[in-house]
């Protein structure tokens, strides 16, 4: 019920954004995928995730704002002392600013909502380089309740 009422609420949050643009909203989207390194109280595994944005009319001083909704899966964590493993999935969405830093390179921050399997509040920070105009490669930190990721995307505008 809680991952339910999340998401209607982003998705009511996004809906007045996107039905005030004048511009093709087709043309705005992006998508990236990527793999992430992910820690469960001192267990590490490797996943995944994949996610689709688009840029908002806002800005945050210099720094352009844009949200991001996407699909993680942490891969297999193995319990130790347990036989067995554990893995946690779900959906998220969160509003990330980026500024300008240097010459084809932007800090990236995230704050948002995680509606899977750890759900609550997300975070994160990283950097994102322009390889170029169509393609970015990010890496960045991302703090969710129980899982820290050590993440490297590849975003596709």
Sequence with gaps: ?????ATMMLI????PVLANTEVDIADKFYFGAGIAGN?????????FQ?????????????????????????????????FGSVSTTGLWGTLVGRWNVATKT???????LDVGDDDGMMFGVG????LSKKLELRGEYVKRDNIDSLQFNFVFR
Excluded at 127 to 130: I, S, V
């Design 1 to 5: 019920m809680k991952n339910i009422l």
């Design 12 to 15: 009511g949050c996004i809906t």
């Design 39 to 47: 820690d469960l109280r001192g267990d590490d595994a490797t996943g």
């Design 50 to 82: 994949f996610f689709a944005g688009y840029p908002l009319q806002a800005k945050l001083g210099k720094g352009d704002l844009a949200i991001e909704a996407g699909y993680m899966d942490s891969g297999s964590f193995e319990r130790r002392g347990n």
């Design 106 to 112: 932007d800090l990236v921050v995230r704050a948002g």
């Design 127 to 130: 950097l994102g380089y322009a």
